[in-house]
């Protein structure tokens, strides 16, 4: 798990977040798990739309260097909105830096419409420009590591709204067994309504490139 600052407004307005680890006593494990009925489906086209990719960068900032960083991100954010042909279709939908969990560590988390042809689009056209290229260098200079992954909504999950910058989020991953993805979704459809009871649930995926088997899950406080 990991406690997470927003980002709604980089620089000026950030949030946090924090990572912790699940146990395998949890409540949830206390769920009655429904029997799965055998299907060819994949279980990314059973649990979500494929039509929505979304992309969670994680970046691993030099100690020194947050102010110049968050600089660099804004810099990023404000250049694909300017760019006509991608913000219709490419939204940052929340960045984040860390409080409790890893430090020096900021999530950012973007929301391509179009499928994997629209991240193709997005990085053919970021690979020939010139400046976009010049922001990347400057960043590389202010980062120990960067790491990519693509994710799936789960359907059960709310629809992402962008909530005031003053609340404190949480981010829960895990590592599932291959095979168990569709009994996880089943479980956490009606698990969500009893966690909400205390927190508001943000965001939920699934992996799709990137480490596989993975989930997140995001609360927010």
């Known amino acids: 798990m990991a406690t997470l600052k927003y980002l709604q407004k980089i620089p000026s307005n950030i949030r946090s977040v924090g990572t912790t680890p699940a146990n395998k006593d949890a409540w949830l494990s206390k769920i009655f798990v429904r029997k799965i009925e055998p299907t060819k489906e994949s279980h990314s086209r059973m649990l979500s739309d494929k039509e929505i990719i979304y992309s969670l960068q994680t970046h691993n900032y030099r100690p020194d260097s947050k102010i110049p960083y968050l600089n660099n991100v804004k810099r990023t954010v404000d250049y694909i909105k300017a760019q006509d042909s991608l913000s219709k279709e490419v939204e940052l939908v929340g960045s984040w830096t ?6 020096d560590q900021a999530l950012h988390l973007w929301k391509f419409t ?7 689009t997005f990085n053919e056209f970021l690979g020939k420009s010139e400046e976009y290229q010049k922001i990347q ?3 590389g200079k202010l980062v120990r ?3 990519l992954q693509y994710l799936l ?3 059960y999950w709310p629809q992402i709204l962008l ?6 989020y949480e981010i829960r991953s895990y590592a599932l067994k291959p095979g168990t993805m569709i009994e996880w979704g089943n479980n ?4 969500i309504n009893y966690r909400q009871n205390n927190d508001e649930a943000f965001a939920g995926f699934f992996s799709q490139i990137g480490r596989l088997y993975n989930v997140h899950h995001i609360w927010c406080k």
């Open 137 to 139: 260098e400057e960043q």
């Open 153 to 155: 909504a789960f359907s």
């Open 98 to 103: 860390v409080n409790v969990g890893d430090q």
């Open 145 to 147: 590591s960067r790491h």
């Open 163 to 168: 909530r005031d910058p003053k609340n404190i």
């Open 188 to 191: 956490w459809a009606r698990a």
């Open 114 to 120: 179009g499928g994997y042809e629209k991240i193709d």
